[in-house]
């Protein structure tokens, strides 16, 4: 399975963003990670398709918002009310099956290329 994701770019404090990402195959989970300059990798939200539930760092709960589309094996990331503590590099990341440790990057080892998303203030 590959991973194609897009997106990203620049925006406003308080604006708009939006990434998708686009699976070549069936995953279990798929979702977003972010590894700003100097930090750790760090989950950002995901879908686990079988339950069609999602799940949001607490950092960007109420801002951000996940969507898909099944039939196109491809999840979206809305990204409202930007910060700059959001500028990051976003990387999509997928595995075949839950894990209940999802929020955890190890986990992953299916990931998309990196799109950069800047928040200025």
């Known amino acids: 399975v590959q991973l194609q994701a897009s997106g990203g770019g620049y925006a406003q404090a308080g604006g708009s963003l939006r990434l998708s990402c686009a699976a070549s195959g069936r995953t279990g989970v798929m979702g977003w990670f972010r590894q700003a300059p100097g930090k750790e990798r760090e989950f950002v939200a995901l879908i686990r398709w079988s339950m069609l539930r999602m799940y949001y760092a607490d950092s960007v709960k109420g801002r951000f918002t996940m969507s898909r589309d099944s039939a196109k094996l491809t999840v979206y990331l809305e990204m409202n009310s930007l910060k700059p503590e959001d500028s990051a590099v976003y990387y999509c990341?997928?595995?075949?099956?839950?894990?209940?440790?999802?929020?955890?990057?190890?986990?992953?080892?299916?990931w998309g290329q990196g799109t950069q998303v800047t928040v200025s203030s």
């Open positions: 990341a997928a595995r075949l099956s839950w894990s209940v440790q999802y929020y955890d990057s190890e986990q992953y080892s299916l």
